[in-house]
């Protein structure tokens, strides 16, 4: 099958596609021919209300079924998302230009796991009993109620379905706001569940920019909200969602630091530095963008590297050959060329790239810096980017304090043969995930989520679960009540 780039409707309301055309344009630009391939609009404040009264109407339902029923909509919609995996990602990269070698693999197939997992999950969650002499107590594992997912642009389909998976699978309905940049695949993700037999409403998907966000978070009706995101609209929106005292999950951007010692396997340690920098050409939030290489390796490491980077090929991301995409849109590209001659007017060595590549498609060459020092600037900001920072160490204590000296935490990688080394370098990095001679691997029966400014929550794994259910006390007493009068 194949889908058509433009959806019958902006926006996905109780089962059903639904357009209001009075809503603000959103063009969708394809990356990659810089052509508009399809409009959106922004949802009105009618389209928000009808979201959140289906939503507020199905929840109940959903949360009455059992978790076994639930959990077998999503494990039939983690198959469908299987089945239609090579539609997905032709469309998720039109939408990003991410190139299809890359979605193939790493976007509907994560968002499957992520289904499949809290789909088995349902049915196991349970509260507890505690015995207190003759009385006891036990717990409900409840839902919250109604949440809003807020996405990002980078990974469309997998942010839609690790927020839906662990929010439904609790007993929750969402509504889910794609990023306004990639519009198109969270519809899929709804259509999937609804055609997997969620019922209308239990996953709505409306459209829009920070307003609609807004919106949505501020509604007395919304009990959570899940952002993935930047820290300054982290900050918004944890402010907004902190009026209502709602429960949140943020995940923010990051500024991780990847160190490399000169015991480390060096093919190892350049594939890891490859792959948590130019992977869907650095638009990744946990990427390891400050690479600290020992002194002993830097030049065979920088070497290494340069070659391996004769091995990019860029060009239309839907051939499968290509391994390099463009930025997902112009503004992108252009905020990370500013980077790029920031890094060259503070006295960084460009090692490799710099440049645009041709005229037509957002492209950046990967690129490399050398002899980048803590306090430059492409070595403090999210690029956001395919942009490495070498920077060099000697001593162990030194790069870990180096490594956090960050107000990011999100995640933080270590190459090394020395395996106390390795143990001592992770318990002693601030960041939420860490990586040992690998990098930027994100299973979803791992937590994922960031310490320090990178946010707060965690998504996958059994740790989502308490951050879309909350537990009820229930006291029994066995005997007589005694009252002071
Ligand atoms: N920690 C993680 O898991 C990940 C974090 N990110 C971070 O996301 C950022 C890149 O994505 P962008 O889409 O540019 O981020 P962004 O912060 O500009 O937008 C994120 C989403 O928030 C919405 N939004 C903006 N203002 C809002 C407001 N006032 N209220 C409610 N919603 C609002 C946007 O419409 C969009 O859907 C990077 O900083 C990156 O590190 C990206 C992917 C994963």
């Known amino acids: ?23 603000t344009p959103i063009p969708v630009i394809c ?50 998302m299987r089945e239609r995996n090579h539609a997905l990602s032709v469309l998720e990269t039109h939408d990003t230009g991410k190139p299809l070698q ?37 717990t409900r594992r409840e839902p919250l109620g109604v949440c809003v997912g807020i996405g990002a642009w980078n990974y469309p389909t997998q942010i839609a379905a690790w927020k839906g998976a662990p929010a439904l699978a609790c007993g929750n309905a969402m509504i889910f706001k794609p990023s306004e940049t990639t519009p198109l695949c969270a519809l899929k993700v709804a259509e999937i569940l609804h055609e997997a037999g969620a019922p209308a409403g239990i996953y709505n998907v409306v459209q829009g920019m920070g307003e609609v966000g807004q919106a949505l ?14 820290v300054p609209t982290g900050r918004k929106v944890y402010a907004a969602a902190a009026e209502g005292i709602r429960h949140v999950t943020m995940e923010l951007g990051g500024k991780s630091p990847l160190v490399i010692f000169d015991d480390a396997n060096l093919e190892d340690a350049v594939s890891g530095a490859i792959l948590g920098n130019f992977y869907s050409s ?4 946990s990427n390891g963008t400050r690479v600290f290489v020992q002194r002993g390796i830097k030049q065979a490491f920088l070497d290494r590297l340069t070659e391996r980077l004769k091995d990019v090929k860029m060009g239309d991301p839907q051939d499968e050959s290509v391994n390099f995409g463009p930025m997902v849109s112009q503004r992108q590209m252009e905020i990370v060329q500013g980077f790029i001659a920031k890094g060259l007017e503070e006295g960084a060595r460009l090692v490799a790239g710099g440049d645009r590549v041709g005229d037509r498609g957002y492209f950046l060459q990967p690129t490399v810096f050398a002899d980048v020092t803590d306090g430059m600037t492409i070595a403090q900001d999210e690029i956001f980017g395919p942009v490495l920072s070498v920077l060099d160490f000697d001593e162990e204590d030194e790069v870990l304090a180096r490594a956090n000296a960050t107000d990011f935490g999100l995640a933080a990688g270590v190459f090394t043969q020395d395996l106390t080394r390795a143990h001592r370098m992770v318990a002693g990095f601030e960041a939420g995930t860490c990586y040992i001679n690998t990098y930027n691997l994100a299973p979803v029966e791992a937590p994922f989520g960031g310490s320090k400014l990178s946010g707060v929550g965690r998504e996958n794994s059994k740790a989502a679960i308490e951050h879309y259910s909350q537990m009820k006390s229930v006291y029994v007493a066995m005997g007589a009540v005694e009252a002071p009068f």
């Open 1 to 23: 099958m194949t889908y058509d780039i433009q959806p019958a409707g902006s926006h996905f309301i109780d089962g059903a596609y639904v357009e209001d055309t009075a809503g």
């Open 31 to 80: 990356p990659y021919s810089e052509k508009q391939i399809a409009t959106v609009h922004a949802a009105t404040p009618a389209i928000i209300e009808q979201a959140l009264t289906s939503a507020r109407r199905a929840q109940k339902d959903w949360a009455a079924m059992t978790g076994t029923e639930r959990g077998r909509v999503l494990r039939r919609a983690a198959d469908l």
């Open 102 to 138: 890359e979605t193939l693999v790493a976007d509907a197939t994560s968002g499957a796991d992520a289904l499949e997992y809290f789909g088995g999950l349902a049915g196991a969650l349970t509260g507890e009993h505690i015995q207190l002499g003759e009385d006891f107590v036990y």
């Open 217 to 230: 978070i501020t509604d007395p009706r919304v009990n959570k909200v899940s952002l993935t995101g930047s």
């Open 282 to 285: 650095g638009q990744v939030c």
